[in-house]
């Protein structure tokens, strides 16, 4: 897995993260856009995606959602590509196993 915290655009003032990266578990890349919450402890999350099997496919379509979020630095997407290069989805994995099971994806499709 890899993560990488993001800057908010300056029109984002309520924004203090954007965190993304790549989750093989899932298959997915995945982005989580954090804002300060109104006096809780824990954050508010305004996005969550990336959290079903294989929803986000590719660092290009991961990066056209982040961009109405935050500054995109220059080689992201090559480095994300990298990350799931290196670490790909791997079904032999037990917990890729239990995911595969509960979401009825992967080898053979559905259950």
Do not use: C
């Not at 660092?59 to 990350?83: H, K, M």
């Amino acid at each position: 897995m890899s993560r990488y915290s993001l800057k908010p655009l300056s029109h984002h003032a309520d924004l203090f993260e954007v965190a993304l990266g790549w989750d093989p578990g899932l298959d997915t890349f995945f982005v989580t856009v954090f804002a300060a919450s109104d006096g809780e402890p824990d954050p508010d999350v305004r996005l969550w995606r990336g959290t079903t099997f294989r929803e986000i496919p590719s660092a290009s379509a991961l990066l056209s959602i982040v961009r109405d979020y935050a500054e995109v630095p220059e080689g992201l997407a090559s480095r994300l590509e990298i990350d799931r290069l290196r670490n790909p989805h791997d079904q032999t994995r037990p917990i890729s196993t239990l995911i595969v099971g509960l979401l009825g994806a992967g080898r053979g499709g559905s259950r």
